[in-house]
């Protein structure tokens, strides 16, 4: 249950309009799935969407804990690039796992077995009591079903389709008996945990960077901008920067190291790797791969604050003289990294700069570039909201961690519109950064005058999975 | 080890040793003697910094054993939100302080729990004093919702017809905006119609079913259209459910701004903020600075504005034309100030303070004589005020008094004299002692009585003739002879037999209306002659240059017999033929002495137009007589 900070002489109501009832948010990304309670600060649960699946027992596998290497171990997404739920039985076991197994929601006894109903009863009642026993059975199939006492607020990218949003809240309804459930869009959530009902939302996350233009705390549709440009992406920079360095920098994930010995920089590595008797799936290679490009993103990569772009003449020379950092791969061999950790993500800003993609989906435009996603997105709404949305720019995603990127961000912002007050909202803390549209479903879903919005299973079971189009606009 | 001694360690200057050092020094040393036995040992230990003792306590808080309540219990309750509008259907727990009802709050809870979903507390027979239904939300109160119009069938097609817009659009547009509680923004982001889908129309096709097979495409409507058709439906049915006649005030100017709105007005303000928007950084400077600038400048102007008036004021006496030379000296000024005293003393008025200095009365002697003629208005001021009573007097002499430092003759109205005069009128309104004993005569009363109201009165008797003789003698002894000419052919006779007031007045008129009919006459001739001699020279010159032949020289007189004729023609139609008599005779002889023939004619013309001007005059002072 959720706390209750505030002396127990005032009622919470009174304070911050809050009323909470044990709803549980689940925000489902690419990289990660977070589940908690509403009303706290953090999810509870956060663990990958990447999930492992074992070939020869057909069985998945879900939590960091259980990746490691295997036989016959793939590791899957249930989600796709796009940040929508690719694999809908993957997607149901992988919620349930973090929801019942993880966050612990305890299933309710039926009230025929809780013993509160033991009572005598009187003999005019008896009725009456039949009638309820016989409700009772009903609802034990309920009961044995989980969360069938938590509301459940669940969150959707903004470019999610009809179908699968009905699918959403029939896994809700159907598989886990919800009383009630609820769809948002995570760019309006993450402008609630900002505290701005209107506001441009810059969410630079995992698989896709998006911008959505949020007013009165509803999405416009016209507004909803996207590009791969994400930290996945970022990967696959950093990848080519590695393929483009002299010597070749080699990434050999940590599960292959079994012993390794210090070396000087720029020296080849002396490590023993390890050897397995079975086969490594270049799935799960790639994944591990990925781990050690993520920490290498987090120490080293550094956006470029401007002023100006980083190819403007003269900044690649500064920043050639500015203190370097060294990144040591799990296999011991290490290298400075100077103007090349500026470069690896100006592609976010610049698209002349990024650079050359093997892959076609790697190679971008100029229109997915941050700022082109932006002017974008301002262009397509109606003219009177632009100074608004632009003094109320809400930066999240784990990918804006990036040193440097909400400088980079306001000077091209300001440049961009010189005559309009711009202002940008970006969490100072990194976690609020990172579930920034989990604790704006946390806030939500805590609100006293939400409780209205709730799809309630009554509606459900009138309407159908229709429902979900009506009410989540 | 103290903060310095770390400083000496490291070599730091000590940034501020010195003095708050050895007081410190003291305060710590002074408790120290009195410390016996160990304690001293031990405070020893400490050195410079003595040893921080904290006295052991072994009670966090004493406890508080008379105010001590009972632990505040909570319970799971259940709640519905009527703002739902789905009779309690979603029942919700949360957790509540536990009321003082006395009633086991488990059990409720958990009843609210078994009956979630379906619906309704109805199962509880266990606790039968608990009340059947789960309470309401406090916040379903919250829940607003604005009105949208609401129109029937037959509504529809009486009022709201439109060509651009078919009913299930305006229906679809209506339900947006109910949906987006009117937010514009929102309502144009979502606003989607397609005209009849077959397949996905669920939520637009509004029980209306036409079967029309054939259906455009969708249309692309911007904001301000939507606004328009909205605003055009608001409007009608707000006047179709009450006349504008009976709205209220803030009803009918939502009435009207509705009516009012103009898409147009509305995109070129949209036009005009993109533009703003999409300055350049230099331009939105530039702007900048010129709007301090314009800022600055109007708040110069004001101040500058406030500067001029101080100074208008400052600058504003009465002007005058008249020679004050001879008041300028000191001399001069005392003897204008003797001249007053001794005057005022001749009065003998009472009422004149010595503080006030210079203050005639404006019917006392001296200034009297002084104003000339020429000041109609000051001295009726003054007679008034004089006739009037001693208030007038009063204010007479303050009206004096505004310009007597400047000179006592003023000859001129000053803006302070009519004030003065205004001022005297209103007090005069205002109801002084006097002023409610005299009634106001009407108009009739005023004919009956004889009563009349002069701008000045000579003193002692006059006659009226004089007045009218005194008409003629401003006139030169030319004009007067026209004039009477001009009388006697209207068969007046140049003294009046019988002048009454009336018929002086009206002879007056008529005087008036022949001097200037003289007056015209006289500037017509002049024109003519000059017109006649400009053409004489004209035909000079042509001669002169030898270029004219004969006909030519015929050609200027026939022009100049016509310019003759048209003077004339201006004149009266009746002595045409005369007159073009005379313009051939002149045209007989203007071929020898030319610059004599315009002389002639002037002459002629003067007589011609003297007949014509009585003919003329006769038959308006004819009509003057009737």
Redesign the interface.
Known sequence: ?AQ?PLP??V?P?DVY?G????AIVLDPGYINTRAGFAGEEMPKQVLPSFYGHITSSNRDVFGDQAMYPRADFEIRNYMNRDSVVEDWDAATKIWEHALVNRLGIPR?TP?SK?G??N?P??AA?GE??E??DE??L??TE?YEKPM??N?LLMTEAAWNSPKQREKAIEICMENWAC??FWLSKTPVLAAFAAGKATALVLDVGGSNTSVTAI??G?V????VQRSPVGGVWLSSQIRSLFEASEPKVEVVPTFMVENKKPVEAGQPADARLKTFDFQISPSFRAYEEERVLKEFKESVVEVWRGPGRYLAPGNEDYAKNLPGRVFEMPDGSNQMWREQRFKVAEGMWDDNAAFPSATEEGKITKAQTVPGLIKAALDS???????ALLANVVVTGSTSLLPGFTDRLNHELT?M????KVKLHAAGLSSERRFGAWIGGSILGSL??F??M?I????YEENGP?IVE?RC? | MTSRDVHDVLNLPSDHSGAPRPSKKQKTSAPRPNLKGLAREVQNLGGDNPIAIVPEVNFFKKRRFATRKPVAKWELKAFTNSARGDDGALVLRHWKRRTDDGAPPVESAQDGDGQQQRGGGEGTPASGKREEKPEDSAFAKYNVKVVVPHYTEDQYHSNLQNNDWTKEETDYLLELAKDFDLRWTLIWDRYDFTPKPPGSGGDAANGEDTSTAVVPAPKQRSMEDLKARYYEVAAKMMAVQKPAQYMTRPEFELYEMMQNFDPEQERKRKQFALNTLSRSKDEAREEESLLLEVKRILARTERFNEERRELYNRLDYPATDSDINSFKTSAGLQNLLQTLMSTDKNKKRKNIMPGEGVSPSNNSGVPNSAVSETNPANRRESIAASATSNNHHHHARRDSDARTPATPADPTPTSAAAAAASAANKKKGGGTQQQPERRKLTQQEEQVYGVSYHDRLGSGPTFRYEKINKLYSHKSGQQQLRITNALSELDLPPRLVMPTAAVTAQFEVLWGAVTALVDLRKMSDRLDGEIKIEEAKKAERDRAKGIAAEKEGEKEKGEGGGGGGDGAAAGDGEKAGEKTGEGGQTKEDGEKKRPGSSGSLSAAGHKRSASVLSAASDKSSKRQKK
Request: charged fraction near 30%.
């Open positions: 249950m209750q127990s002489s009622q109501t309009g009323d909470e009832v044990s309710p009230p809780n509160l109903n009572k009863k009187p009642e009456d009591v009638m309820a409700a009772d009903d609802e309920n069938a006492e509301p009383p009630a007013f009165d509803m416009l549709k016209r507004s709404i109606d003219v009177d909201v632009r100074p440049a519109f010189p005559s309009v006293g005058t409780h209205q709730w309630s299973r009554k509606e229709g009506k606009k």
